[in-house]
């Protein structure tokens, strides 16, 4: 007779996590959850921060002080390796 497992088991899912391990994926990971908790409680993960970039704020922040930007194709052909 085999153990039940939890009913939150689930023998497809796969934890990225926790490196493939079968059972859970990483929406439904405690560990995870509670790593990035504590990422948060101590500064490492930050929220509404005013300093960077916020596309419902400022959706094109300001180039002004910055040059141009260009795109450049360069063909290179291959080298002839015929012997």
């Known amino acids: ?10 023998e497809n899912a796969q ?3 926790h490196v493939g391990i079968t059972g859970h994926l990483i929406e439904n990971c405690i560990a995870f959850k509670k790593l990035i908790e504590r990422f948060i409680k101590i500064g ?8 960077r970039p916020n ?3 400022n959706p094109l922040p300001s180039h002004s002080d910055k ?3 260009t795109i ?3 063909e290179v052909k291959e080298p002839n ?3």
């Not at 007779?1 to 689930?10: F, G």
């Open 55 to 57: 596309v419902a704020g």
């Open 44 to 51: 490492i993960i930050k929220f509404n921060d005013p300093s």
């Open 15 to 17: 934890c990225e996590y």
């Open 1 to 10: 007779m085999q153990p039940q497992l939890p009913k939150w088991y689930d």
């Open 72 to 74: 450049m194709r360069v």
């Open 81 to 83: 390796l015929m012997w």
């Open 67 to 69: 040059g141009v930007n």
